[in-house]
């Protein structure tokens, strides 16, 4: 499986953004899916995580009220809605996917699958 994450650019401190992240190879409906992201000089953190049925979303406290995680298996795509964004928020934001939880995968070690990355930058 392959992962394409897009959307990414620079806007500024209040915007939105969404982000997408396709999947090419394999049905996205066999795989849970997290956002992560890495800040310069920074450990990659967890953002959100959807489960493989979509029924289930799970946030970091720093994405809580602001980011919103779905998918559609339709389109083989993952989705990152923010919106408020901050200028903490800038960082590379990586999608990942998990072929062998079917609930929420909320460490970056368990994802088996990564896309390159689409950098978010938040001016103030």
């Known amino acids: 499986v392959q992962l394409q994450a897009s959307g990414g650019g620079l806007v500024q401190d209040g915007d939105s953004l969404r982000l997408s992240c396709t999947v090419s190879?394999?049905?996205?409906?066999?795989?849970?899916f997290g956002w992560f992201r890495q800040a310069p000089g920074r450990e990659r953190e967890f953002v959100a995580a959807?489960?493989?049925?979509?029924?289930?979303?799970w946030y970091a406290d720093s994405a809580k009220g602001r980011f919103t995680i779905s998918r559609d298996n339709t389109k083989n795509a993952v989705y990152l809605q923010m919106s408020s964004l901050k200028p903490e928020d800038t960082a590379v934001y990586y999608c990942?996917?998990?072929?062998?939880?079917?609930?929420?995968?909320?460490?970056?070690?368990?994802?088996?699958?990564w896309g390159q990355g689409t950098l978010v930058t938040v001016s103030s």
């Open positions: 990942g996917a998990d072929p062998f939880e079917y609930g929420l995968v909320l460490a970056a070690t368990e994802y088996d699958y």
């Open positions: 190879g394999r049905p996205s409906s066999m795989y849970s």
């Open positions: 959807i489960s493989r049925s979509g029924s289930s979303t």
